[in-house]
């Protein structure tokens, strides 16, 4: 499995971004997650889901402000995130897990994400 994710950029908080995670290979039955990793803190899980779309579990920090979902036509799974902080800055990565995995063992290159206040 290979990972591109793409859509970073800069914005003043309460902005919107979308971020995009491009899958080739395949993803039946993998799990795919966002983390990201902000200046001088450890990397952590923004948010996951099946790549079939289903049980989307998200960081308390984000709930309500960030939605994950999928295209299946172009096996893209797109993270919208809206009412941005100045905390959200971090590079974010997403990542996908194999079937019967403990950890996520594919990752695509990070992606990174300003919230300027």
């Known amino acids: 499995v290979q990972l591109q994710a793409s859509g970073g950029g800069s914005v003043q908080a309460g902005g919107s971004l979308r971020l995009s995670c491009a899958a080739s290979g395949r993803t039946s039955g993998h799990r795919m997650g966002w983390f990201r990793q902000g200046p001088g803190k450890e990397r952590e899980s923004v948010v996951s889901m099946y790549w079939s779309g289903a049980g989307p579990s998200y960081a308390d920090s984000v709930k309500g402000r960030f939605t994950i979902y999928r295209d299946k036509a172009k096996n893209t799974v797109y993270l919208q995130m809206n009412s941005l902080k100045p905390e959200d800055t971090a590079v974010y990565y997403c990542?996908?897990?194999?079937?019967?995995?403990?950890?996520?063992?594919?990752w695509g290159q990070g992606t990174l994400v300003t919230v300027s206040s």
């Open positions: 990542a996908s897990r194999s079937p019967g995995a403990v950890e996520f063992g594919y």
